[in-house]
C-alpha cells in the first residue's frame, strides 16, 4: 500500500470521525416527541393555572353573593363601598373601580405622552451612543421595586405637591399615586414604542426625505402612524399593568373608597382593598374577606375586557412590511 492511499485512508477516517455517529431514525422520533411532549406540558400548564384561577375567582364570589346582606344588584350598582363599619355593611363597587380608573387615567396621561416621546427621540433623533446610554438607563425604572414607588410617592411627589402646587393635597391623594405609577409604567411605553418605531422599513424613511419632508414631519407623519400597532400595544399593555398595581396605590392613594374625580382626593383602589383585607384582622369565613375576591373578579373581568378590547385595536391597525 502506498504512502497516499495510507494519507487517503486516514483523511477519510478523521472526516467521518467529525461528522459524528449516524444516529437512527428510531432515536430521533423519540426525540422529536420528547420536545413535542415538553411544549404541550408546558403549553397545558399555563392554560390549567389560568383554568384554576378562574375557577377559584368564581367559586368564591358566589359563596360571597350568598352570605347574608349581600345583594348582586348593590354590589353592581351600588355607590358605596364600606365593608367594614359593623352591621351597616354596603358593597357597591363603583367607588373601587372610579378610584382604580382614576389612578390609572392620571398615570397614562403622564406616562403614554412622555413614552412615545421618548421613544421617538431614541428611535429617529438620537445618536447611537446617546441612545446606548439613554435607553438602558431608563429600563432600569423598570427593575425598581414598586414598594420603592409608593414611597417616593408619600416622600417627594406629594410634598412637592402640598408645598407647590395645591395645599388641598393631604397625605394620601390620586394625583401622586397616579403620577408614581405613571414613572413606573414609563419605561414598558418607551422601550416597546422605541422597538416598534425601528422596525419601521428605512425605506419608508428614505422616501419621505426624498419628497422634502424634514425629520420632525418624517417622525411624525411616516413613522409614528407605520408603527401604530406597535404603539397601541404598548399602549395597553401599560393600561393593564397601571389598573393592577398595588403596593404604590395601597401606600400612597389612601383607604378611603369614594366616587370622586378629584385628584387631590383619597381613593382607594380594588387592589389596595384586596391587600387591606388579607393583610388585616377579617376572619377568613366573613363576609368582609370573601367580598375581596367578588372585588379580584370584577379586576380580572376589566383586565380581560382591555385585553379583547386591545387584540381588536391591534388587528385593525396592524401593519406588515416585506
Not at 378610584?99 to 398615570?107: M, P
Not at 393635597?169 to 414609563?186: D, E, R, S
Not at 401606600?251 to 381613593?267: D, I
Request: charged letters at 15%.
Amino acid at each position: 500500500m502506498s504512502a497516499a492511499t495510507v494519507i487517503s485512508a486516514a483523511r477519510t477516517a478523521a472526516a467521518a470521525s467529525r461528522r459524528g455517529t449516524p444516529r437512527s431514525a428510531a432515536a430521533r422520533d423519540r426525540r422529536e416527541r420528547a420536545v413535542r411532549g415538553a411544549l404541550f406540558a408546558s403549553a397545558l400548564l399555563s392554560v390549567a393555572t389560568t383554568a384554576t384561577i378562574i375557577g377559584i375567582l368564581a367559586s368564591e364570589t358566589i359563596r360571597f353573593f350568598g352570605m347574608p346582606g349581600v345583594s348582586v344588584t348593590d354590589f353592581l350598582f351600588g355607590t358605596t363601598w364600606a365593608p367594614l363599619l359593623g352591621a351597616d355593611k354596603h358593597f357597591g363597587i363603583w367607588p373601587l373601580l372610579c378610584g382604580t380608573f382614576l389612578v390609572t387615567a392620571i398615570a397614562a396621561a403622564f406616562a403614554l405622552p412622555v413614552g412615545l416621546i421618548a421613544a421617538i427621540y431614541l428611535s429617529e433623533y438620537a445618536r447611537p451612543r446617546v441612545r446606548a446610554a439613554v435607553k438602558p438607563a431608563l429600563e432600569v425604572l423598570a427593575g425598581i421595586p414598586t414598594v420603592v414607588y409608593g414611597y417616593f410617592a408619600l416622600t417627594v411627589i406629594t410634598p412637592f405637591l402640598h408645598d407647590h402646587v395645591s395645599e388641598r393635597f393631604g397625605t394620601f391623594n390620586a394625583l401622586g399615586a397616579g403620577i408614581a405609577v405613571g414613572i413606573m409604567i414609563l419605561p414598558i411605553v418607551a422601550s416597546l414604542s422605541e422597538d416598534a418605531l425601528r422596525a419601521v422599513p428605512r425605506s419608508l424613511r428614505d422616501a419621505a426625505f426624498a419628497l422634502g419632508g424634514t425629520r420632525f414631519d418624517v417622525s411624525v407623519k411616516v413613522v409614528a402612524p407605520a408603527a401604530l400597532s406597535g404603539i397601541m400595544a404598548s399602549w395597553l399593555l401599560a393600561i393593564t399593568r397601571a389598573i393592577g398595581e398595588t403596593m404604590i396605590v395601597a401606600l400612597a392613594a389612601g383607604g378611603m373608597a369614594a366616587m370622586t374625580l378629584s385628584p387631590t382626593a383619597e381613593v382607594q383602589t380594588m387592589t389596595a382593598y384586596m391587600v387591606q383585607i388579607f393583610l388585616g384582622d377579617a376572619p377568613a369565613t366573613g363576609v368582609e374577606y370573601r367580598s375581596s375576591y367578588a372585588v379580584a373578579t370584577v379586576l380580572f373581568v376589566v383586565t380581560l375586557g382591555l385585553t379583547l378590547v386591545g387584540n381588536l385595536i391591534l388587528r385593525r391597525f396592524r401593519e406588515e412590511y416585506d
